[in-house]
């Protein structure tokens, strides 16, 4: 049962990166191929304001989102002055580079990480891992519902004319360098909802956790369920957790499988699985 | 002694220039990032252990490598990239990162996670001017570097092929109009920047004398710096930022009083750049 | 009639190329002006030194008496000066009335209270009222990309006016479209002028203009060397050698 338990936390909290960095890639259509890096500066802001100043998961998460926030506006300063492929460059870049600053400076741990994190608890009462999964589902909901809220409102409507063409979107209005911070602002606040989650869970984390390898997995949890879309982030979501778990019989094999994975999604159903242009989604609804 | 640290320097910048050139060829004509290319540059070392098996020589080891990375970056380019082409830009990105990884895993399974030394043992003699020592080995990799060059030079200057690569990187369109035919050019690019990579790859397994499936992160990374500062899309930047990061690397590494990771420095160029001048330095 | 618009000797240099070499013009309110001058002459430039996506080198643009020549195009279109593009440019994964809704919450982006809010069925009707008046309405729901480029031209008209604007910049409205296309656009642009819109047109041939615009002005090689009613300007000298080499002026 705990197993499940797991399994479904691990769901929860990468569905909300996937929503998370749809935001950033799927409404705004701006590359960010660095996105564990927000991951990580939520995870590591939870842990260490909760084993440094004592206090508990209730408190260091709000602070752990409002810090990636705030660091998400400053990181997403350079998509303002390159495009594109630059962008993709810039954003591996900020990877390592938030990767290294984990890793080699003293105050984040170092190579030994920061453990000893608190679980959540309340009251003196600390959480069964039903609890926590029920937690995580609940702030699983409410990022959704941001994401949808984000889709369908003005903002969404901005971000979508900024990612279509940038031109155009300014002569109608849309201050394009507000909406892309805007983008990398809400999508680094609900990573960082995510990575606050992962480190009092796990109690435990290191910069290893946070490196280049898992910017493309979660990149590629969109684009496979079907990118700028909620049922798609949260499609790609479930396949790409349970996957490596699936294949643990294949064990050697797996990283070629999830390889060769990515280069047949990306040849031959490059819109998702249910994104709104595949063809797998419009059968389902009946149109195709 | 700064002698020293200069050949050194141009002997990793010749290797830099070599994989950094296949990039830029692909991005020149394409606009794709082709990060898998370092995988292709650790398939010219890993052919060089097959064709050992074949016939134990190091010329034909050179042609057999150069060979095969040619036709897997004319099979890349044809069945993954050219299908692609008008999906956005994340569709051939991500294409690319996964063929990179599938390939170091084919690496790995093949054979074996541990370090290969190279099939046969080269003594390098080192030779001395006045009171100036050369490795042979340097001298060898920068002199093999130049040719190549020149050949890439001749090519793409002196060529109606070359020619129509450089048009069909200016402006795609304009260039079909005028009948050049994209699809061969394209592909053309592909094949040289790959036996380029390959032939690069091969000369990483003699001077280090180790061939692993993990062999191309770095130079993967270090190329896509060294086309960042030279220019995207850049034949001369790329030379320029090639020969200048490894110069810069071995000067650094020998003068400076304190220990920096040497690998870092591209990193830093590369940021340096894409804050102030994300063009490159020949780039539009 | 008042001045609504004012360009004062504006300068633009690309590099080593000077794209405008001191170009000045005024526009009255209602008016149709007609821009012409063979390619290359600076007339999209000139359009975007207006929509603030090039601020000029030199000199002004005054709009209603305020400057406006060094801010940005979000903020032009927010004080009324709407522009379609000679390359159309429609948001194309966007439906048509979403392309239009777009422009139409302009006055939400500003600030951060209102981002957050759906277009209401005030705005989704404005949108329609838009697309009827362009003629697009029986498609609201269809993707931009799938149409062809006499409506996306009409859709372009309809998200410039989105804008509520009081000046409309027409860049080429004309171009790839043929002859029974031709017509429709022009009675939009009647349509635009009885709305009380005042409106510059840049078009490389006069003939198009000729029974739309009371005024022409004719640039050449980023200078003005021109301006009349299109009878006048069409039998100038000066315009015709300019031309010489490019399709026939009329």
Same mark, same amino acid.
């Given at each position: 049962?705990?197993?499940?338990?797991?399994?479904?936390?691990?769901?929860?909290?990468?569905?909300?990166?996937?929503?998370?960095?749809?935001?950033?890639?799927?409404?705004?259509?701006?590359?960010?191929?660095?996105?564990?890096?927000?991951?990580?500066?939520?995870?590591?802001?939870?842990?260490?304001?909760?084993?440094?100043?004592?206090?508990?998961?209730?408190?260091?998460?709000?602070?752990?989102?409002?810090?990636?926030?705030?660091?998400?506006?400053?990181?997403?300063?350079?998509?303002?002055?390159?495009?594109?492929?630059?962008?993709?460059?810039?954003?591996?870049?900020?990877?390592?580079?938030?990767?290294?600053?984990?890793?080699?400076?003293?105050?984040?741990?170092?190579?030994?990480?920061?453990?000893?994190?608190?679980?959540?608890?309340?009251?003196?009462?600390?959480?069964?891992?039903?609890?926590?999964?029920?937690?995580?589902?609940?702030?699983?909901?409410?990022?959704?519902?941001?994401?949808?809220?984000?889709?369908?409102?003005w903002i969404?409507l901005g971000l979508k004319a900024v990612r279509e063409d940038e031109l155009a979107a300014s002569s109608s209005g849309v201050n394009v360098y507000k909406f892309k911070?805007?983008?990398?602002?809400?999508?680094?606040?609900?990573?960082?909802?995510?990575?606050?989650?992962?480190?009092?869970?796990?109690?435990?984390?290191?910069?290893?956790?946070?490196?280049?390898?898992?910017?493309?997995?979660?990149?590629?949890?969109?684009?496979?369920?079907?990118?700028?879309?909620?049922?798609?982030?949260?499609?790609?979501?479930?396949?790409?957790?349970?996957?490596?778990?699936?294949?643990?019989?294949?064990?050697?094999?797996?990283?070629?499988?999830?390889?060769?994975?990515?280069?047949?999604?990306?040849?031959?159903?490059?819109?998702?699985?249910?994104?709104?242009?595949?063809?797998?989604?419009?059968?389902?609804?009946?149109?195709? | 002694?700064?002698?020293?640290?200069?050949?050194?320097?141009?002997?990793?910048?010749?290797?830099?220039?070599?994989?950094?050139?296949?990039?830029?060829?692909?991005?020149?004509?394409?606009?794709?990032?082709?990060?898998?290319?370092?995988?292709?540059?650790?398939?010219?070392?890993?052919?060089?252990?097959?064709?050992?098996?074949?016939?134990?020589? &190091?010329?034909?080891? %050179?042609?057999?490598?150069? $060979?095969?990375?040619?036709? /897997? =970056?004319?099979? !890349?380019?044809? *069945?993954?990239?050219?299908?692609?082409?008008?999906?956005?830009?994340?569709?051939?990105?991500?294409?690319?990162?996964?063929?990179?990884?599938?390939?170091?895993?084919?690496?790995?399974?093949?054979?074996?996670?541990?370090?290969?030394?190279?099939?046969?043992?080269?003594?390098?003699?080192?030779?001395?001017?006045?009171?100036?020592?050369?490795?042979?080995?340097?001298?060898?990799?920068?002199?093999?570097?130049?040719?190549?060059?020149?050949?890439?030079?001749?090519?793409?200057?002196?060529?109606?092929?070359?020619?129509?690569?450089?048009?069909?990187?200016?402006?795609?369109?304009?260039?079909?109009?005028?009948?050049?035919?994209?699809?061969?050019? &394209?592909?053309?690019? %592909?094949?040289?920047?790959? $036996?380029?990579?390959?032939? /690069? =790859?091969?000369? !990483?397994?003699? *001077?280090?004398?180790?061939?692993?499936?993990?062999?191309?992160?770095?130079?993967?990374?270090?190329?896509?710096?060294?086309?960042?500062?030279?220019?995207?899309?850049?034949?001369?930047?790329?030379?320029?930022?090639?020969?200048?990061?490894?110069?810069?690397?071995?000067?650094?590494?020998?003068?400076?009083?304190?220990?920096?990771?040497?690998?870092?420095?591209?990193?830093?160029?590369?940021?340096?750049?894409?804050?102030?001048?994300?063009?490159?330095?020949?780039?539009? | 009639?008042?001045?609504?618009?004012?360009?004062?000797?504006?300068?633009?240099?690309?590099?080593?190329?000077?794209?405008?070499?001191?170009?000045?013009?005024?526009?009255?309110?209602?008016?149709?002006?007609?821009?012409?001058?063979?390619?290359?002459?600076?007339?999209?430039?000139?359009?975007?030194?207006?929509?603030?996506?090039?601020?000029?080198?030199?000199?002004?643009?005054?709009?209603?008496?305020?400057?406006?020549?060094?801010?940005p195009p979000h903020?032009?279109a927010k004080?009324?000066?709407?522009?379609?593009?000679?390359?159309?440019?429609?948001f194309?994964?966007?439906?048509?009335?979403?392309?239009?809704?777009v422009a139409?919450g302009l006055?939400n982006y500003i600030?951060?209270?209102?981002?957050?809010?759906?277009?209401?069925?005030?705005?989704?009707?404005?949108?329609?009222?838009?697309?009827?008046?362009?003629?697009?309405?029986?498609?609201?729901?269809?993707?931009?990309?799938?149409?062809?480029?006499?409506?996306?031209?009409?859709?372009?008209?309809?998200?410039?006016?989105?804008v509520?604007?009081?000046?409309?910049?027409?860049?080429?409205?004309?171009?790839?479209?043929?002859?029974?296309?031709?017509?429709?656009?022009?009675?939009?642009?009647?349509?635009?002028?009885?709305?009380?819109?005042?409106?510059?047109?840049?078009?490389?041939?006069?003939?198009?203009?000729?029974?739309?615009?009371?005024?022409?002005?004719?640039?050449?090689?980023?200078?003005?060397?021109?301006?009349?009613?299109?009878?006048?300007?069409?039998?100038?000298?000066?315009?015709?050698?300019?031309?010489?080499?490019?399709?026939?002026?009329?």
């Open positions: 049962m705990n197993y499940y338990l797991t399994i479904l936390i691990y769901i929860g909290i990468n569905s909300i990166l996937a929503l998370s960095l749809n935001i950033i890639v799927g409404y705004a259509g701006q590359i960010s191929l660095g996105h564990a890096a927000f991951y990580g500066i939520g995870a590591y802001s939870s842990a260490l304001i909760a084993t440094k100043l004592g206090v508990s998961f209730w408190v260091s998460l709000p602070l752990a989102i409002i810090i990636t926030a705030v660091v998400g506006a400053i990181l997403g300063l350079p998509s303002l002055r390159v495009s594109e492929d630059f962008l993709a460059i810039t954003t591996i870049g900020i990877n390592f580079v938030v990767q290294a600053v984990f890793k080699y400076v003293k105050f984040f741990g170092g190579a030994l990480g920061v453990s000893g994190i608190p679980f959540p608890s309340i009251g003196g009462h600390r959480f069964s891992l039903a609890a926590f999964a029920l937690m995580t589902a609940i702030f699983t909901v409410i990022s959704a519902v941001v994401a949808h809220l984000i889709n369908t409102s969404g911070v805007l983008a990398f602002v809400l999508g680094s606040a609900l990573a960082g909802l995510a990575g606050s989650l992962y480190a009092h869970f796990m109690m435990f984390i290191t910069a290893d956790d946070f490196g280049f390898p898992l910017s493309i997995a979660i990149l590629s949890m969109i684009v496979i369920g079907g990118i700028g879309t909620v049922r798609g982030a949260f499609l790609g979501a479930l396949l790409l957790t349970i996957m490596p778990e699936l294949f643990r019989p294949l064990s050697d094999y797996r990283m070629l499988v999830y390889a060769i994975l990515l280069i047949l999604f990306m040849r031959f159903l490059p819109e998702g699985l249910i994104g709104d242009e595949s063809i797998v989604w419009k059968k389902i609804r009946g149109k195709a | 002694m700064v002698l020293q640290q200069i050949i050194n320097g141009l002997a990793s910048g010749g290797i830099y220039t070599l994989v950094a050139l296949g990039l830029t060829l692909v991005y020149g004509v394409l606009k794709i990032l082709h990060i898998a290319h370092a995988g292709i540059y650790a398939l010219g070392a890993y052919m060089a252990l097959v064709a050992y098996k074949i016939y134990p020589n &190091i010329y034909f080891a %050179f042609l057999f490598a150069m $060979a095969t990375t040619a036709v /897997a =970056g004319y099979l !890349v380019q044809k *069945y993954l990239y050219w299908p692609i082409i008008d999906q956005p830009r994340i569709v051939p990105l991500i294409a690319s990162i996964g063929l990179f990884l599938a390939l170091e895993e084919l690496y790995r399974l093949i054979w074996g996670p541990y370090v290969i030394p190279f099939p046969q043992k080269f003594h390098w003699k080192t030779y001395t001017l006045g009171n100036i020592r050369l490795p042979g080995a340097d001298l060898f990799v920068f002199a093999l570097s130049i040719v190549f060059l020149a050949i890439l030079y001749w090519i793409v200057n002196k060529t109606k092929v070359g020619l129509a690569m450089r048009a069909v990187a200016d402006d795609k369109e304009v260039s079909e109009a005028s009948g050049i035919n994209s699809k061969w050019t &394209i592909a053309l690019s %592909f094949i040289i920047g790959s $036996a380029l990579a390959g032939a /690069a =790859g091969l000369m !990483v397994g003699v *001077y280090y004398n180790s061939i692993y499936p993990t062999m191309g992160d770095v130079p993967a990374y270090k190329s896509l710096a060294v086309i960042v500062v030279g220019g995207m899309g850049s034949i001369e930047g790329t030379v320029v930022a090639g020969f200048g990061l490894g110069l810069l690397e071995a000067l650094l590494l020998g003068f400076l009083p304190f220990a920096f990771p040497r690998d870092a420095l591209a990193f830093i160029a590369m940021i340096i750049f894409l804050l102030i001048k994300p063009e490159g330095l020949f780039g539009e | 009639m008042s001045t609504i618009l004012e360009v004062r000797n504006v300068k633009k240099r690309f590099g080593g190329i000077e794209a405008l070499k001191g170009v000045s013009l005024t526009l009255s309110r209602g008016e149709i002006l007609g821009l012409i001058g063979p390619n290359g002459a600076g007339k999209t430039t000139l359009f975007n030194c207006i929509a603030g996506v090039y601020h000029p080198d030199e000199g002004e643009i005054i709009f209603k008496n305020q400057r406006i020549d060094k801010l903020r032009v004080l009324g000066i709407a522009r379609t593009f000679q390359i159309v440019r429609p194309k994964t966007l439906s048509i009335i979403d392309n239009v809704l139409l006055t600030g951060y209270r209102n981002l957050f809010k759906k277009p209401g069925a005030k705005d989704f009707e404005k949108a329609l009222d838009l697309l009827k008046a362009v003629g697009l309405d029986s498609k609201k729901d269809e993707i931009s990309q799938n149409l062809s480029l006499g409506e996306l031209r009409r859709l372009e008209v309809a998200r410039a006016l989105a509520n604007p009081e000046i409309i910049l027409l860049d080429e409205p004309y171009a790839g479209l043929r002859r029974h296309e031709e017509g429709r656009i022009s009675e939009m642009i009647k349509e635009l002028h009885r709305r009380g819109l005042s409106i510059i047109i840049v078009e490389h041939r006069v003939r198009l203009l000729m029974e739309l615009v009371e005024r022409v002005v004719v640039l050449d090689m980023g200078e003005l060397i021109a301006e009349g009613s299109p009878d006048e300007v069409k039998s100038n000298p000066r315009v015709i050698k300019a031309y010489l080499g490019e399709e026939e002026v009329a």
